[in-house]
Nanobody, 120 residues
Framework: VQLVESGGGLVQAGGSLRLSCVGSGSIFLINDMSWYRQAPGKQRGLVATITSGGSTNYADSVKGRFTISRDNAKNTWNLQMNSLKPEDTAVYYC???????????????WGQGTQVTVSS
């Protein structure tokens, strides 16, 4: 199983970026799909989660600015980031809780990370 992120980059404050994550390999079912971020000197923290049923949860710091979505048929999930702030600068990681077989337990997988830099 491999998760691959794309869409990071450099943007000015107030701008927008869209991150995407694609899961490939032996995937039976992806349950929760999430985005985390880690800024220099800080711990990795949850940004947003979307469940298999479409329920979403956001960190307070991004509510109203970020939107998470998913395409189950393509094993893809996205993070639309609007009104970006310098404090959003971090490495963003996609995460999935998934099953590789129906009878296997959920396992967590991570992407390699993509850098998002917001200049003031």
């Amino acid at each position: 199983v491999q998760l691959v992120e794309s869409g990071g980059g450099l943007v000015q404050a107030g701008g927008s970026l869209r991150l995407s994550c694609v899961g490939s390999g032996s995937i039976f079912l992806i349950n929760d799909m999430s985005w985390y971020r880690q800024a220099p000197g800080k711990q990795r923290g949850l940004v947003a989660t979307i469940t298999s049923g479409g329920s979403t949860n956001y960190a307070d710091s991004v509510k109203g600015r970020f939107t998470i979505s998913r395409d189950n048929a393509k094993n893809t999930w996205n993070l639309q980031m609007n009104s970006l702030k310098p404090e959003d600068t971090a490495v963003y990681y996609c995460n999935a809780n998934l099953k590789v077989r129906a009878w296997f337990p959920n396992q967590a997988y991570w992407g390699q990370g993509t850098q998002v830099t917001v200049s003031s």
